[in-house]
């Protein structure tokens, strides 16, 4: 069966170059042992690898850190963050459960208080609530760039600019923006910028990135640092890496870094080029279709299209759809809690367009579609 995958934001399809670089890697493994394999790849993994993320979002290498999971950079790295008590602490609507769950956490142990950023008609983000409010009692700033429910863009950029003169902490969790929008970092200027491989990259699961400021490194409480990156004489501990290395595991899954490291070269290569054709043709015709209704289709969106189907559960619609060679998501509201709380919408089917999915497939899915909402 010819399948037209619409999960990339779940996770994209590997490139054969990827999954190529993945198995000659596991190979020699297998036949030289892990950690020969390791320093036969050291260029790659300690140098190469750190450069091709710095290019991509317009970084230092230094400032750079991998980890196996964008929501383990995330929350391992504002783990170490001393909140002072009683600090105001925005978010955005757009925001990522797991993020909203580690803020509840704080609100509870440093009584921080969490403030949702407005939206407007028009804009996920009030730029004008935020100039109007901003002061020194808001110590961090959270913005999703892109929520995980569908596909609208949060104006991070212009959010940047606001914040840049400012002593408040901007993050920004770019998990579906990463290998689909631009991003640079100097532009958002943010102190955090975490993303996943293995959603628009295409790389594999079991890697994340993360770029560090130097101003959010200065402040990050160490309560641990790996081997890689520290020694001890038994009694004193010594930290012998500089920038944002020092917040990793040593013991990671290398064959995933080394596929990665394929992934963002791949990306890096086409990315100029990645035709948004695609996404807009299958948006534009899942709204001229009255059995369905859109999430959020206020805002402007990008990758992501998601759609309450109005004759069948979303469960069974994705199931359906499986069947029928056509790979979508059954959503949940609870991922994005603060988005979908008025719609009414509690499960939802997403579907979402990587680089590789061409306009002959969505013409292709579109039939799909059209025969399940009318059955």
Not at 12 to 26: K, P, V, W, Y
Request: proline content about 3%; hydrophobic content about 45%; glycine content about 6%.
């Amino acid at each position: 069966m010819n399948i037209v995958h619409l999960n990339t934001a779940g996770a994209g399809l590997m490139s054969s170059a990827t999954l190529n670089a993945i198995q000659r890697f596991t190979a020699i493994e297998a036949q030289m042992g892990s950690y020969e394999t390791e320093l036969a790849y050291d260029e790659l993994l300690n140098v190469d690898l750190y450069r091709a993320a710095a290019g991509l979002l317009n970084a230092q290498p230094a400032d750079i850190g991998f980890f196996s999971s964008a929501t383990e950079a995330w929350t391992s790295i504002l783990g170490k963050l001393k909140f002072p008590r009683g600090k105001r602490v925005w978010v955005s609507t757009s925001e990522y459960a797991a993020n909203l769950i580690f803020f509840n956490y704080l609100k509870l142990s440093r009584d921080i208080c969490v403030e949702v950023i407005p939206t407007t008609a028009t804009s996920p983000l009030d730029l004008e609530w935020v100039r109007r409010h901003l002061d020194d009692d808001v110590f961090l700033v959270s913005v999703s760039h892109l929520p995980s429910c569908c596909g609208v863009i949060n104006p991070v950029e212009a959010l940047g600019a606001l914040l840049k003169e400012s002593n408040t902490l901007y993050v920004v969790d770019a998990c579906q923006s990463l290998g689909q929008l631009p991003l640079d970092v100097r532009d958002i200027h943010c102190d955090l910028l975490t993303g996943a491989g293995r959603k628009f990259l295409c790389g594999p699961r079991g890697s994340g990135i993360a770029y560090v400021s130097p101003r959010l490194l200065s402040q990050l409480s160490l309560n641990f640092a790996d081997l890689h990156a520290a020694s001890t004489d038994g009694q004193v501990n010594r930290i012998e890496v500089s920038g944002a290395r020092v917040l990793e595991i040593a013991e990671k899954s290398f064959s995933a870094l080394v596929g990665l490291h394929t992934a963002l070269s791949e990306y890096t290569q086409v990315a100029a080029k990645v035709s948004t054709e695609p996404y807009a043709l299958l948006a534009q015709e899942l709204r001229r279709l009255p059995q369905l209704t859109l999430l959020c289709d206020q805002f402007q969106q990008t990758g992501i299209v998601s759609f309450v189907p109005h004759n069948l559960s979303a469960k069974a619609f994705v199931s359906q759809a499986r069947e029928l060679g056509l790979n979508l998501w059954a959503g949940t509201a609870a991922h994005t809690p603060l988005l979908l709380k008025d719609l009414g919408a509690t499960h939802f089917v997403r579907a979402s367009v990587g680089r590789h999915v061409t306009q002959a497939q969505i013409e292709q899915a579109l039939v799909t579609l059209r025969a399940l909402i009318a059955q």
